[in-house]
């Protein structure tokens, strides 16, 4: 499981990228598209959606099951990853470049700061996903 240092993290397996001018880049974590595995269709939001704090924004499904995805930030989608819609399995072999699920402008930055660091986020799968 593959956690990078250089972003944030939700309880809701979703990372976030800072990138600049209020502008964030998000995805599935690793440890969640393990958890998913294969997936086989992506739903996402069109450009200008608003995007809300622990409300879905989109969903993944994999198998039978669908899964939603929640924002772990509030703001406006500024671009949608085609590619991902196109081929899935992108974030399955590149969860955190080539996967990545959408831009988005945040109304505030605390947004960001409220998220978990990958030391913690570590934590926390350990804590609340892996057997003892």
Same mark, same amino acid.
Request: proline content about 5%.
């Given at each position: 499981? +593959?956690?990078?240092?250089?972003? &944030? ?7 976030? &990228? ?7 880049? +998000?995805?599935?974590?690793? #440890?969640?598209?393990?958890? #998913? ?28 099951? #669908? ?25 399955? #072999? ?19 700061? +409220? ?14 996903? +892996?057997?003892?």
């Amino acid at each position: 499981m +593959l956690v990078l240092d250089e972003l &944030r993290y939700s309880e809701d397996h979703i990372w976030v &990228r800072y990138e600049e001018n209020h502008t964030v880049t +998000l995805g599935i974590t690793d #440890f969640a598209q393990l958890q #998913f595995g294969p997936l086989n269709y992506v739903e996402l939001p069109n450009e200008g959606d608003e995007i809300v704090t622990c409300e879905p924004f989109g969903s993944v499904e994999c198998g039978r099951l #669908f899964n939603d995805l929640y924002a772990p930030v509030c703001g406006s989608v500024v671009s949608v990853n085609q590619e991902v819609i196109d081929n899935p399995t992108l974030v399955n #072999f590149s969860p955190y470049k080539q996967g990545w699920i959408i831009r988005a402008k945040l109304y505030g930055i605390q947004d960001v700061d +409220l998220l978990m660091s990958s030391d913690d986020y570590e934590e926390y799968i350990l804590t609340n996903h +892996l057997p003892t």
